[in-house]
């Protein structure tokens, strides 16, 4: 018993010492690398809008002010539509719409429920290719059941002429063919100057 302690006291210093040494050996093959990140090419932009989306959402603001709804800007065609399940050739449908967006969504404001989506249309949207998107675009929203407005890009806008066509869609009624207006507006809000001056 006597040579018992001194043995046991032995066998711990040296299995000590054995897992410190693997230890040791296990840390060597680690090599600790510091990389600073590459700074990524992104940029802030000043503004959301456009000028001319900035003018319009300013009267779209004050024509919805009192219905019972929010105005959501830029947002993707997938946040509106999807493509049910079992559907075929469900990647390409999906691909068609996945990387458009629509300029300015009405939704409900108890369930954030799209109702109405509206569309700017400036000179580009008279190129083949163009007209061949917006009919692609209006067929979507139409079979979807989401009534699509398109409102040209102007200097001024009539604001009653946007109300009825709102009023029209929340309504479910069809939209007439849109013609120029030869009465005089109630309202009409010219463009404003955007960007402001720093």
Not at 103 to 127: G, M, N, W, Y
Request: charged share 30%; net charge positive; aromatic share 10%.
């Amino acid at each position: 018993m006597q040579y018992l302690y001194p043995l046991l006291a032995v066998a711990v210093i040296c299995a000590f010492f054995l897992q410190l040494r693997r230890r040791r050996a296990s840390d060597s093959g680690l090599r600790l690398v510091v990389t600073r990140p590459e700074k990524m090419p992104y940029k802030k932009r000043d503004y959301l809008f456009t000028k001319a989306e900035r003018t319009f959402f300013e009267v779209l603001s004050l024509v919805v002010r009192d219905m019972e709804v929010h105005i959501f800007a830029k947002v993707r065609m997938g946040d509106l539509l999807y493509i049910p399940k079992g559907t075929g050739e469900w990647q390409r449908n999906w691909n068609r719409i996945q990387a458009k967006h629509v300029d300015f969504v009405l939704c409900d404001k108890e369930r954030v429920q799209p109702l109405v989506a509206i569309e700017l249309d400036d000179s580009s949207h008279a190129t083949p290719q163009q007209i061949e998107r917006d009919r692609f675009v209006n067929q979507a929203y139409r079979d979807a059941g989401l009534p699509l407005l398109r409102f040209p890009v102007k200097h001024a806008y009539t604001s009653v002429d946007i109300e009825e066509q709102i009023k029209q869609a929340l309504a479910g009624t069809p939209q007439p063919e849109r013609q120029e207006e030869t009465r005089p507006s109630h309202k009409v809000i010219p463009l404003r100057k955007w960007p402001p001056k720093k």
